[in-house]
């Protein structure tokens, strides 16, 4: 495991902070991304106590780093198990309505790891989530690398929301309302990046379906992201569930 720090600068994909405060200033919004929603078991997540994954990210030559982490959404229990930006172990427990009361390494290094690895895990539910974000389904397109047209539907965050204000993940959905593709833009006045990805290895843990695997590039260099050691907690439940 690397620096936290590192990954900060090198991968450019932190999102907006709105996923996990729903606001009312909704722009336009493409119906198919409730059916993606749906597909992806946004009816049953008011079930879900917890989920533990691990998200791995590698960038060939530059990073390569994994983060443990078990979220608590009805809470905003958060619990990482990783390194600091000085590569020290570190092993810590918070929740994220009290950010303010943390530490510097919590507030600046972990909770931003925690948005972005969050993201990468729970894609398609955020993207319905954010109300603030745009969507218009532009139709069938070919995908980006590879053969084969799918749904294309641009996701784009406004210019004055999140990390990096005004970001566009272009969403390539098959016929049976799976993302199989993404094309990230990051937005605002920092250098352009793009970051192009599969999404695939899909299983579920108990109703909620995941994608574990993702392979592409970041601007320009080999990437490769994997989500593993994915389960979930049902309410009134001590069991977990394995994502198999």
């Known amino acids: 495991m690397t620096k936290l720090a590192r990954l900060t600068i090198i ?8 996923a996990f405060a729903p606001n009312s200033w909704a722009q336009e919004r493409a119906p198919i991304l409730e059916q993606i929603a749906k597909t992806y078991g946004i009816d049953s997540w008011d079930q879900v106590q917890a989920i533990r994954y691990t998200w791995n990210g590698e960038i060939t030559g530059l990073f390569k ?40 390494t919590v507030k600046n290094q972990i909770d931003p790891s925690f948005i972005n690895d969050n993201y990468w895990t729970l894609f ?29 539907i641009p996701v784009k965050y406004p210019a004055d929301v999140g990390y990096t204000p005004g970001d566009t993940w272009d ?6 309302n799976r993302i199989v593709f ?18 695939a290895g899909y299983k579920k843990a108990g109703p909620i379906l995941f994608s574990t695997e993702h392979r592409g590039t970041a601007d320009g260099k080999p990437l490769h992201i994997f989500i593993s050691d994915v389960s979930i907690k049902l309410a009134g439940s001590n069991t977990w569930m394995k994502a198999e």
Request: neutral net charge; aromatic residues 14%; charged residues 25%.
């Open 182 to 199: 993404f094309d990230y833009h990051r937005g605002g006045a920092k250098p352009p990046s793009r970051v192009l990805a599969t999404w």
């Open 124 to 152: 398609p539910f955020h993207a319905y989530w954010d109300k603030s974000a745009s969507a218009i389904d532009q139709g069938k397109f070919n995908r980006p690398v590879g053969p084969g047209m799918a749904e294309l």
């Open 65 to 104: 780093a994994a983060h443990k982490w078990e979220w608590e959404p009805k809470t905003g229990k958060v619990t990482f198990e990783g390194t600091d930006k000085d590569g020290k172990p570190v092993n810590v427990s918070y929740v994220r309505t009290d950010l303010s009361s943390q530490s510097d």
């Open 11 to 18: 991968c450019c994909l932190f999102f907006g902070m709105l």
């Open 171 to 176: 969403l390539y959905v098959g016929k049976d």
